[in-house]
């Protein structure tokens, strides 16, 4: 059986699968080998001045013949995010996704140039924006999601939004970390998924061993959405939007002490605080979702491709047939 479906043909994919762009994490080795499998990799420009972005597409070219992605951070403070837009445009990348603050003027420039834009919500008055501007899909983000999130849940939020999407493909993302996530998805009538914590722990991401490590071990249990995570870095997030990460020995020591967090990394050269978090295994912030509960291993992203399909196709097989 194919998963293909009208978000598959858009973007000329095998598998309605896509791999989030994980600012730091998701490099040129993750979205091609992702794209090589079928899905849709993307890669993550957080904090990339453009050059570096140009060369990273350069790189993702080399390694596939298949389509991917560039993620760009689209609200008032993102470094570069309009240079990174007007690069990708330039170098006429198959597809770009879009997320966080206003991603409307960015996603009419992608529009204009006509490539496929995908664009992350993570609210219903942004959600029926974007719909508005009728991009290729809507990614609709629920908070169990790794990385910066909103504060919806994801299969309410997704539902609404299915709801109102006239025809716009809806791809969900939150909690996503196997095929059961991927049918769920489907059956809801959403169009596909978009994967970041269960491709963090892949063998082609950027981060560190010992963080693939900790996301292949946790239970779930040990997710936390804190302003805690972000109180070292001089960057400000657009209202509402927050952390996810591993608890650790970190936030368990400094939540409810954001302010005097800040104060200290104010004190320090810029990003200073945050590498000498990075320095020590113990503090590194290993920004994961809920769904690390379901990733117990680490895995090359094909065979994480494979599985999700594989495990997917059995589930609807088996509610084709209750209903048959
Ligand atoms: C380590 C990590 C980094 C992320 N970085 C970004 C980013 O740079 N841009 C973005 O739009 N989303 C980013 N996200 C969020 C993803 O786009 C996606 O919504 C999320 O991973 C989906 O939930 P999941 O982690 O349960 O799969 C990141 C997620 C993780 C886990």
Redesign the pocket.
């Known amino acids: 059986m194919a998963l293909s479906n009208e978000l598959t043909r858009a973007l000329g994919i095998e598998h309605p699968i896509i791999s989030?762009?994980?600012?730091g994490?998701a490099g040129p080795a993750l979205a091609a080998a992702v794209s090589n499998a079928g899905a849709l990799g993307t890669m993550?420009t957080?904090g990339l001045p453009p050059a570096k972005v140009r060369e990273s597409i350069a790189a993702c070219r080399d390694l596939t013949s298949r389509p991917w992605g560039v993620?760009v951070?689209t609200f008032d403070w993102a470094p570069f995010a309009s240079e990174i837009v007007t690069a990708a445009i330039e170098e006429r990348v198959p597809v770009i996704?879009l997320?966080?603050g206003d991603p409307v003027p960015a996603l009419r420039r992608c529009q204009d140039a006509g490539i496929p834009t995908l664009v992350?919500v993570q609210d219903f008055p942004t959600a029926k924006a974007v719909l508005a501007a009728r991009p290729t899909a809507i990614v609709v983000?629920g908070s169990?999601?790794?990385?910066?999130?909103g504060q919806r849940s994801t299969l309410s939020f997704a539902a609404q939004v299915l709801d109102a999407a006239d025809g716009v493909p809806v791809i969900v993302?939150?909690?996503?970390?196997n095929g059961r996530g991927l049918a769920a998805a489907l059956a809801m009538g959403a169009a596909g998924v978009?994967?970041?914590?269960?491709f963090?722990a892949s063998d082609e991401a950027t981060g560190s061993a010992a963080l693939k490590a900790g996301i292949a071990a946790s239970d779930g249990e040990n997710t936390l959405q804190g302003d805690v995570f972000d109180a070292p870095y001089p960057i400000n997030w657009p209202a509402g939007i927050v952390g996810r990460a591993l608890r650790s020995s970190f936030s368990e020591e400094w939540t409810g002490r954001e302010t005097e967090l800040k104060a200290r990394a104010a004190a320090m050269p810029p990003f200073g605080l945050v590498m000498e978090l990075n320095s020590n295994p113990e503090t590194q912030i290993n920004?994961?979702?809920?769904?690390a509960g379901v990733v117990n291993d680490v895995l090359p992203a094909a065979e994480i491709v494979r599985r999700t399909v594989v495990e997917a196709e059995a589930l609807i097989a088996r509610l084709t047939a209750v209903h048959a």
């Open positions: 989030a762009g994980m600012g994490e993550g957080i993620n951070i996704t997320s966080f992350q983000q169990e999601a790794g990385g910066h999130t993302a939150g909690g996503v970390g978009v994967m970041g914590t269960r963090k920004w994961a979702g809920e769904s």
